[in-house]
């Protein structure tokens, strides 16, 4: 599936079941198949972290097509202590650490799906 913010487009993975939302971008990077990872959440406030992830990522969340809320280039962490990452929304995006400033992408900014 390809996601447009703004003028940028991604491919995307969708990640739907509790294994794979748990599992996340833990030790994998991305690569030609996709440059970003869609969580579809319930509605509501969720929090993500970093553990076992090798790259650095950007986490967005997203409600009714909208960014609400980015946490920045959040560094991999290896312990048991990791920084989590809140937000509200039902979609969550991962991609690859400093995309949304280098892209321009900022909390307000819609979000459109081409299938």
Request: hydrophobic share 30%.
């Amino acid at each position: 599936m390809i996601l447009s913010i703004n003028s940028q487009k991604f491919k995307v993975r969708i990640v739907s079941s509790y294994k794979d939302t748990k599992n996340g971008m833990m030790k994998k990077k991305f690569n030609d198949e996709f440059n970003g990872l869609l969580f579809l959440m319930g509605d509501g406030t969720h929090s993500f972290w970093m553990k076992n992830c090798i790259i650095p990522l950007d986490i967005i969340y997203i409600k009714d097509n909208k960014i609400t809320k980015i946490h920045n280039n959040c560094p991999p962490c290896d312990t048991e202590d990791c920084d989590h990452y809140p937000g509200t929304g039902n979609l969550v995006l991962e991609l690859k650490g400093g995309t949304c400033k280098d892209s321009d992408i900022s909390v307000g900014d819609s979000i459109k799906f081409e299938w």
